[in-house]
């Protein structure tokens, strides 16, 4: 198999896999009562991000992440690193991280999710199924 196949399928995968990404958050997003968005953060010595600042950093996040790079960021505190597989992995890995944060606080606050969105997030072949990808292998 010649390199261009090989990055066509690591595209074609990692296209698939951001297209779930996604549909985690937008299933979460639509179970996520309007309330919860805004809501008073549990007590703490410290301030928190809200739900909705949280997605919107994951909203900042994807700006910088989804343009046409040759080189990835995570912050000037963070190496850079070529973009690559690698880049993506770690965007779906912090993704994932804010999402359980996300649903945690909606918990804490009072709001918690039914088992079809907290549970859902899980079910990739009905996710993969819902967003239209042709059946896997």
């Known amino acids: 198999m010649t390199r261009e196949a090989e990055a066509q399928i690591e595209n074609s995968d990692l296209l698939r896999t951001?297209?779930?990404?996604?549909?985690?958050?937008?299933?979460?997003?639509?179970?996520?009562?309007?309330r919860a968005w805004r809501a008073k953060?549990?007590?703490s010595k410290r301030d928190g991000r809200t739900i909705a600042a949280i997605y919107a950093h994951?909203?900042?996040?994807?700006?910088?992440?989804?343009?046409?790079v040759t080189k990835f960021s995570r912050g000037?505190?963070?190496?850079v690193w070529p973009a690559?597989?690698?880049?993506?992995?770690?965007?779906?890995s912090h993704e994932a991280h804010h999402r359980g944060q996300i649903l945690m606080l909606a918990h804490q606050l009072g709001y918690?999710?039914?088992?079809?969105?907290?549970a859902g997030i899980w079910w990739w072949?009905?996710?993969?199924?819902?967003v239209g990808l042709p059946r896997r292998r």
């Open 41 to 43: 953060l549990p007590s």
């Open 18 to 34: 951001y297209a779930i990404n996604d549909a985690m958050n937008q299933l979460v997003l639509s179970y996520l009562h309007p």
């Open 76 to 79: 000037s505190w963070s190496p």
């Open 58 to 68: 994951l909203h900042n996040c994807r700006l910088v992440s989804n343009r046409r």
């Open 84 to 92: 690559s597989a690698t880049m993506f992995a770690y965007m779906f």
């Open 112 to 118: 918690r999710l039914p088992v079809k969105a907290w």
């Open 125 to 130: 072949d009905k996710l993969w199924k819902q």
